[in-house]
Protein backbone atom coordinates (compact mmCIF):
# COMPACT_ATOMS: atom_id res chain seq x y z
CA UNK A 1 0.00 0.00 0.00
CA UNK A 2 1.51 3.39 -0.83
CA UNK A 3 0.03 6.51 0.66
CA UNK A 4 0.35 10.25 -0.83
CA UNK A 5 0.32 13.37 0.49
CA UNK A 6 0.23 16.69 -1.48
CA UNK A 7 0.78 20.20 -0.32
CA UNK A 8 1.83 23.64 -1.28
CA UNK A 9 -1.43 24.61 -3.35
CA UNK A 10 -2.98 27.68 -2.64
CA UNK A 11 -4.83 31.14 -3.92
CA UNK A 12 -2.27 33.07 -5.86
CA UNK A 13 -2.90 35.31 -8.71
CA UNK A 14 -2.15 35.50 -12.72
CA UNK A 15 1.45 35.27 -13.36
CA UNK A 16 2.92 33.84 -9.87
CA UNK A 17 4.78 30.23 -9.18
CA UNK A 18 3.77 27.40 -6.87
CA UNK A 19 5.79 24.08 -6.35
CA UNK A 20 3.54 21.59 -5.45
CA UNK A 21 4.60 18.16 -3.50
CA UNK A 22 3.97 14.99 -3.04
CA UNK A 23 4.82 13.01 0.07
CA UNK A 24 4.67 9.33 -0.58
CA UNK A 25 5.03 6.32 2.01
CA UNK A 26 6.64 2.81 1.36
CA UNK A 27 9.53 1.80 0.86
CA UNK A 28 10.07 1.18 -3.29
CA UNK A 29 9.28 4.70 -4.50
CA UNK A 30 11.96 4.42 -7.31
CA UNK A 31 9.58 1.55 -8.88
CA UNK A 32 7.02 3.78 -9.35
CA UNK A 33 5.92 6.03 -12.15
CA UNK A 34 4.44 9.32 -10.62
CA UNK A 35 1.53 11.63 -12.19
CA UNK A 36 0.03 15.07 -11.67
CA UNK A 37 -3.51 15.36 -12.80
CA UNK A 38 -5.58 18.02 -12.82
CA UNK A 39 -9.82 18.54 -12.32
CA UNK A 40 -11.25 22.01 -12.59
CA UNK A 41 -14.77 22.30 -11.88
CA UNK A 42 -17.31 20.24 -13.44
CA UNK A 43 -14.58 18.80 -15.67
CA UNK A 44 -12.44 15.54 -16.00
CA UNK A 45 -9.30 14.65 -14.40
CA UNK A 46 -6.96 15.82 -16.65
CA UNK A 47 -3.33 14.77 -16.78
CA UNK A 48 -0.90 17.27 -16.40
CA UNK A 49 2.88 15.64 -15.80
CA UNK A 50 4.27 12.72 -14.83
CA UNK A 51 7.80 11.21 -14.17
CA UNK A 52 9.00 7.28 -14.54
CA UNK A 53 11.05 5.77 -11.90
CA UNK A 54 14.76 5.45 -10.97
CA UNK A 55 15.59 6.85 -14.59
CA UNK A 56 13.35 9.84 -14.10
CA UNK A 57 11.82 10.43 -17.66
CA UNK A 58 9.28 13.15 -17.88
CA UNK A 59 5.93 14.08 -19.83
CA UNK A 60 3.80 16.73 -19.93
CA UNK A 61 0.57 17.16 -21.48
CA UNK A 62 1.06 19.78 -24.31
CA UNK A 63 -1.13 22.27 -22.51
CA UNK A 64 1.39 22.76 -20.30
CA UNK A 65 4.85 22.02 -21.80
CA UNK A 66 6.86 24.90 -20.59
CA UNK A 67 5.53 26.15 -17.74
CA UNK A 68 5.28 23.12 -15.65
CA UNK A 69 8.30 20.94 -14.29
CA UNK A 70 7.90 17.57 -12.89
CA UNK A 71 10.64 16.26 -10.60
CA UNK A 72 11.32 13.60 -7.92
CA UNK A 73 13.38 13.29 -5.00
CA UNK A 74 14.02 9.25 -4.49
CA UNK A 75 15.66 10.01 -1.24
CA UNK A 76 12.64 11.63 -0.04
CA UNK A 77 10.34 9.41 -1.40
CA UNK A 78 8.56 12.63 -3.32
CA UNK A 79 7.96 14.19 -6.48
CA UNK A 80 7.03 18.29 -7.13
CA UNK A 81 5.22 19.69 -9.88
CA UNK A 82 6.78 23.26 -10.14
CA UNK A 83 4.34 26.11 -11.94
CA UNK A 84 5.68 29.18 -13.22
CA UNK A 85 3.15 31.62 -14.89
CA UNK A 86 -0.02 30.48 -13.35
CA UNK A 87 -3.38 31.25 -15.55
CA UNK A 88 -7.05 31.19 -14.81
CA UNK A 89 -7.19 28.35 -16.42
CA UNK A 90 -4.99 26.34 -14.18
CA UNK A 91 -7.19 26.65 -12.01
CA UNK A 92 -8.38 22.98 -10.39
CA UNK A 93 -7.49 20.37 -7.50
CA UNK A 94 -4.39 18.77 -8.37
CA UNK A 95 -3.72 14.96 -7.48
CA UNK A 96 -0.91 12.84 -7.30
CA UNK A 97 -0.93 9.41 -8.64
CA UNK A 98 1.13 6.27 -8.17
CA UNK A 99 1.65 3.08 -10.46
CA UNK A 100 4.01 0.50 -11.10
CA UNK A 101 3.57 0.18 -15.19
CA UNK A 102 1.58 1.13 -18.03
CA UNK A 103 0.26 4.26 -20.00
CA UNK A 104 1.34 7.28 -17.76
CA UNK A 105 -1.36 9.31 -19.34
CA UNK A 106 -4.57 7.90 -18.40
CA UNK A 107 -6.24 8.32 -14.97
CA UNK A 108 -7.60 5.11 -14.54
CA UNK A 109 -4.27 3.16 -14.88
CA UNK A 110 -3.37 4.63 -11.62
CA UNK A 111 -3.30 2.39 -8.34
CA UNK A 112 -2.78 4.81 -5.50
CA UNK A 113 -3.99 8.32 -5.01
CA UNK A 114 -3.64 11.46 -2.94
CA UNK A 115 -6.55 13.65 -1.87
CA UNK A 116 -5.34 16.44 -3.87
CA UNK A 117 -4.08 19.95 -3.17
CA UNK A 118 -6.37 23.46 -4.28
CA UNK A 119 -4.71 25.64 -6.64
CA UNK A 120 -6.55 29.08 -7.57
CA UNK A 121 -5.90 31.48 -9.78
CA UNK A 122 -7.04 34.88 -9.74
CA UNK A 123 -6.98 37.14 -12.90
Known amino acids: QVQLVESGGGLVQAGASLRLSCATSGRTFTSYIMGWFRQAPGKHRDFVAAITGSAGTPYYAESVKGRFTISRDNAKNTVYLQINNLKPEDTGVYYC????????????????WGQGTQVTVSS
Open 97 to 112: AAKSRGLVAVAQTYDY
